[in-house]
Every structure is written in C-alpha cells, then in structure tokens.
C-alpha cells in the first residue's frame, strides 16, 4: 500500500507542467537555398511534438521556433532538421 502512495505521488509530480514554459529558439540553417527549402523544414519541425509556432526567415536562412520545454528542446529541433536534409544549428 506505502509503495502504491508513493507511486501515485511520483507519477503525479512527473506530470505536474508546473515548470512547463514556451521558449524560442533561432536555429541556423544555411542549406536552405531555394524558396521550396523552408517548406520542407517547417513540415519537420511542425511534426515534432511540442512544437507550437515555426517562423521561417529565409533571407537570414533561420529559423525561429517557438516550443514547449517540457515536451521537446533544441537538440529535438536540430535533429529534426537534419532529418529532413536540413542540418542546422542554435543561435540562441
Ligand atoms: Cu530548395
């Protein structure tokens, strides 16, 4: 029964989304080279769970992305881009 208890309290605090926050990444991604480019990236990292808001700056070849912390973090990102062909790295 304590053992119980104590597995209710601990599944109970994993879940808490009491530290959750959205957070904002710049992600580098100089392979985008033509128009049709950030298509494929903003599909990739709209698929990543966690993701709420993916803004493409094609000129400065970034891209910003607006995520939940509790759900996914940059290195996610940057994995998820590179899995689409778009290899990238963390501005900030
Ligand atoms: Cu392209």
Not at 7 to 14: G, H, I, K, Q, S
Not at 34 to 47: D, E, F, G, Q, S
């Amino acid at each position: 029964m304590k053992k119980l208890v104590l597995f209710v309290a601990l599944t109970a605090a994993l879940h808490a989304p009491a530290w959750a926050a959205t957070k904002n990444v710049i992600l580098s991604v100089p392979g985008m080279t033509c128009a049709a480019c950030p298509v494929t990236v903003k599909k990739a990292l709209a698929r990543v769970e966690g993701v709420e808001k993916v803004v493409v700056r094609f000129r400065e070849r970034e891209i910003v992305v607006t995520f939940d912390d509790a759900k996914t973090d940059a290195e996610a990102l940057t994995k998820a881009t590179a899995n689409a062909g778009y290899p990238s790295t963390v501005k900030r």
